[in-house]
């Protein structure tokens, strides 16, 4: 495989580009700072075929817009990365939509049995058979120049990734389990999951409250955290912390004068602009309405005693389906469903179509539904199935 030089021109990115786009694949990767920031600093994108790879210098005075035609715009060429979603949360922001069609290695490692979530390292190490160079790990990517080992560090992983892909797909092909990943990838696809309104912050925050006035001020003041912090380009923490959120919205300040005694807040609130800011946001809030209160409980039936036993029971047969399939639990499903399932739920289950009842449904039915139970023999747990006979009234 040719390795480019560092790509910092864009007469350059231009010839590059147009090599890639007559390729079925390429694997793509970033190198980018968010310590300090809201928005990561992107500093470096990495591109590889099965012929070339490039690292390409977002910093340097050169027209990246080729580039994010073929990652957005070109539906020829499928995008490759593994655990993509910071990756994809940084196209997102330069172009407002996220490419392609696309492939994680990490999500399509769960269906080939290399557990949830395994590290890009550990999959190169399993497929491959050789250890990466971590030494460039925790190397400050904004800083130019960039030297020869940082650049080859980089260009490493899209080179190891063009080489796993096929490999992968090829495993998945004959698993017949390719098909399986397609509702996965189109999830991970959905730009929903890297654009939300200011005004929704508060909703990823965790208050253990339904009073709708101290509901509303969470509302206002995440919001205008939100805002704050991007127009700042400042971590959200910098703005202010979850905690100290809380606490304000517990026990609203009176006046000013009172930030400065909240606990993460300095002295300098007590009159600063940003103090005022944040007094007049408080003023303004209003009750969160009726419609927009959260559930008094998660959106799922609720569990008797017997029904809780019943979804530990599946939980244990996942586990079981698991480990015999090689395919990670997380994939086959999640702990809501199971739970679901145990308390009567039938309908709109994805455990009961497709791939998913075949590995796993089929039996979590039959588990709940009295037709398969638990066995020890030999000392070891297996499943036997159970013998239904009705009994007729004399």
């Excluded at 092909?173 to 890297?194: N, Q, V, Y």
């Excluded at 993460?264 to 809030?285: E, P």
């Excluded at 969160?288 to 599946?314: F, I, M, N, Q, Y």
Aim: some cysteine.
């Amino acid at each position: 495989m040719k390795i480019h030089p560092l790509i910092a021109s864009t007469a350059d990115l231009e010839k590059l580009v147009g090599r890639l786009a007559e390729h079925p694949f390429i694997a793509v990767d970033t190198e980018f700072m968010r310590e300090n920031t809201y928005w990561p600093d992107l500093c470096l994108i990495q591109v590889a075929s099965t012929e070339e790879a490039a690292a390409i210098d977002p910093k340097a005075d050169l027209d990246m817009q080729c580039l994010l035609d073929l990652f957005v715009k070109n539906r020829e060429v499928l995008k490759v990365f593994h655990a993509g979603g910071q990756d994809l949360e940084i196209i997102h922001n330069l172009t407002g939509t996220v490419p392609y069609p696309l492939f994680d290695t990490q999500i399509a490692a769960m269906a080939l049995g290399h557990g949830e979530q395994i590290g890009y390292s550990n999959l190169i190490e399993s497929l491959l058979g050789h250890s990466l160079d971590k030494g460039a790990r925790f190397t400050d990517w904004s800083r130019r120049p960039l030297d020869k080992r940082q650049i080859d560090y980089a260009i490493a992983d899209v080179t190891h990734l063009a080489t796993v892909f096929p490999r992968m797909v090829e495993k998945l092909r004959k698993t017949g389990r390719g098909d399986w990943l397609d509702e996965e990838m189109e999830r991970l696809a959905d730009s929903s999951s890297f654009a939300f309104a200011a005004e929704d912050a508060w909703k990823r925050l965790k208050l253990p409250s339904r009073n709708p006035a101290v509901l509303g001020r969470l509302k206002s003041v995440a919001a205008w955290r939100e805002t704050e912090a991007r127009s700042k380009n400042l971590p959200r923490g910098r703005i202010i912390k979850d905690d100290t959120i809380n606490e304000i919205v517990l026990h609203p300040p009176k006046t000013q004068e009172d930030l400065g005694r909240i606990r993460g807040l300095s002295a300098g609130w007590r009159n600063n602009d940003i103090g005022a800011r944040l007094m007049n946001v408080l003023a303004k809030s209003k009750p969160l309405p009726a419609e927009e209160l959260p559930d008094r409980e998660p959106r799922r039936p609720g569990l008797t005693k017997d029904g809780a036993l019943v979804s530990d029971l599946l939980k244990l047969l996942l586990k079981i389906r698991s480990k015999e399939t090689g395919v990670a639990a997380r994939l086959i499903a999640r702990s809501d469903e199971l739970e679901s399932l145990a308390s009567g739920v039938r309908k709109d289950l994805k455990i009961l179509s497709g791939w998913r009842f075949e590995q796993f449904g089929s039996d979590a039915l039959d588990l709940v539904e009295g037709r398969l139970g638990f066995a020890i023999e030999n000392g070891k747990l297996k499943m036997s199935r159970v013998a239904v006979t009705e009994q007729i009234d004399a």
